[in-house]
């Protein structure tokens, strides 16, 4: 069974900060997404990135693939309290995504 | 265009009681999902649909049941609720790309 191990668990940190969490697996992925989780709310999907050592950027979030597959970074530039929420990662496949139990960040004005 | 909507949002039952929770898309997805959240967890998956009439296990399916008698719903239900499965409850669903489009939640205590 796959297993997905985000860190850090928590994090809380002031606004204008950088900041990055990580996402490993113990097997190759065969696709990874970044969710984002605001309180009250379902996931919504920020990237989905598929390639070893690909790169994707989404204004002030830069995501990381690792060149075998099995680990994955986020990385928050000039951190705003609208960037406060649970980032979970995933593997999607076949249709089938298995999640990792994310990290919660908050991030203060 | 509601996307994946979820009822109810909140519910209380006592142990041994029973409930089904809709979760109804308007996007014409082939796939449907439930999946349970629970603190330091992450999502888990209960049940799974690839189609009108269709439903799989997935990781955590003991307890529950599911139907899919319309393309656009995706019934969970809970014949005998325990404790063990308070939880905030998702549905999901996928036209068949990598994005899944979620629901909001349903809030389930069992006392």
């Known amino acids: 069974t796959q297993l997905l191990e985000q860190s850090p668990q928590f994090l809380s940190i002031q606004e204008g900060e950088n900041l990055t969490v990580y996402c490993n697996s113990s097997?190759?992925?065969?696709?990874l997404q970044w969710y984002r989780q605001e309180p009250g709310e379902g996931p919504v999907l920020l990237v989905t990135?598929?390639?070893?050592?690909e790169v994707k950027k989404l204004k002030r979030l830069t995501f990381q693939f690792g060149d075998a597959r099995k680990d994955s970074s986020l990385h928050i530039t000039a951190a705003q309290p609208g960037d406060t929420g649970l980032y979970l990662c995933?593997?999607?496949?076949?249709?089938?995504?298995?999640f990792g139990a994310g990290t919660r960040l908050a991030v203060h004005p | 265009n509601a996307g994946v909507t979820q009822t109810p949002k909140f519910r209380v039952l006592k142990t041994g009681q029973s409930m089904t929770l809709l979760c109804a898309q308007d996007m014409n997805h082939e796939y449907m999902y439930w999946y349970r959240q629970d603190p330091g967890m992450g999502l888990r998956l209960i049940h799974y649909s690839v189609g009108e009439g269709t439903t799989a296990k997935g990781e955590v399916p003991d307890g529950y049941n599911v139907s899919r008698l319309k393309k656009q719903n995706f019934l969970l239900g809970l014949e005998s609720a325990a404790p063990s499965q308070t939880s905030v409850y998702f549905c999901a669903s996928t036209p068949g790309s990598y994005e899944q489009y979620f629901g909001p939640g349903t809030r389930l205590t069992v006392t």
């Open positions: 995933a593997d999607g496949g076949y249709n089938k995504l298995i």
């Open positions: 990135v598929v390639t070893g050592g």
């Open positions: 097997s190759v992925f065969s696709s």
